[in-house]
């Protein structure tokens, strides 16, 4: 008992238990609903059993019932589609205003604040902003694509087929980019400027300047960078939600919107279950990419 109380004067008890309490707590909230998650993949539930114990067990036969769907290779691909989309224009964005921002000039500060505003609103507002600039007879967007002379006609992004899905990766990117911008400033803030200065007194312009010190000494923050943007990208449902419900025609169904839909509306829980421990499985990839990026870069 005295070593107990001494510990905790001089601080170690109370980190432990700290370590404790934030274990405990992700133990309950995260542990067990994910382990409550795999094991109803294995099992057959719907809205009767869902409330008991009642469940037998089936297997992999839910495996095999999604893997058997109709639509289950098209909303890979709209995934596919989606995330690389997603990621990709958020981080060469991202990039860009990353780069621009080095540069200094009155209200710098200023600006760079506002792009947060994106990433801190909720999806669902963003959503319902994004489906006013996307209306298809008085939206923002046909309006500014007809006056520059782009378009001709008006597109219906969320009712046709072949802009659906690009509607939702259109205000997923303007959603994510100021967060690739925050984390892509810290680590060009962190490369040393002499690096720059020497390179430009031995004659290297700025494009090698890029290619040759920008890039190499941002390997491991670029990596933090995908890896998360795959985890948020992969979680993100509120925009389908909000935008095009996954139609029309499924044309714009993703693997989380699909695991939804069995769970809420079809009320097959453990088809949606399943789709959910496979994408568990893509997030803890990412996770460990954006692990040993970060443990690379703390020993550089």
Do not use: C
């Not at 294995?42 to 036969?61: H, K």
Request: hydrophobic letters at 55%.
């Amino acid at each position: 008992m005295n070593r107990v109380i001494s510990s905790f004067r001089d601080g170690k008890g109370f980190d432990i238990a700290l370590v404790g309490a934030a274990l405990l707590f992700l133990g309950i909230f995260a542990g067990l609903p994910l382990v409550y998650n795999v094991v109803m993949s294995f099992q057959a539930v719907d809205m009767f059993s869902l409330g008991t114990f009642a469940r037998p067990f089936v297997g992999f036969d839910n495996y095999i019932a999604v893997f058997s769907e109709p639509i289950f290779w098209p909303v890979m691909r709209n995934t596919v589609v989606f995330v690389v989309a997603s990621i990709g224009g958020q981080f060469v964005i991202g990039f860009g205003l990353a780069l621009f921002f080095t540069l200094k000039f009155p209200g710098s500060t200023y600006l760079r604040g506002l792009f947060l505003v994106s990433w801190v609103m909720p999806g669902l507002v963003v959503g319902a902003i994004w489906n006013w600039i996307l209306a298809g007879d008085f939206g923002v967007l046909n309006f500014a694509l007809t006056g520059l002379g782009i378009i001709e006609d008006n597109i219906f992004w969320r009712s046709d087929t072949a802009f659906s899905l690009w509607a939702v990766i259109i205000a997923n990117i303007w959603l994510g980019t100021s967060f690739n911008m925050i984390l892509l400033s810290v680590g060009l803030a962190s490369i040393p400027r002499d690096l720059y200065e020497a390179a430009a007194l031995d004659g290297a312009n700025g494009w090698q300047r890029f290619w040759t010190i920008t890039l190499p000494m941002m390997r491991a923050t670029i990596g933090a960078v995908i890896s998360l943007g795959l985890i948020f990208t992969l979680q993100q449902f509120d925009l389908f939600a909000a935008i095009t419900s996954g139609g029309p025609a499924n044309s714009s169904n993703v693997a989380q919107y699909w695991a939804w839909d069995f769970s809420f509306r079809q009320y097959d829980f453990a088809k949606g279950a399943t789709i959910s421990v496979l994408m568990i499985a893509l997030v803890m990839v990412a996770s460990v990419i954006y692990v040993r990026s970060t443990r690379h870069e703390v020993r550089g």
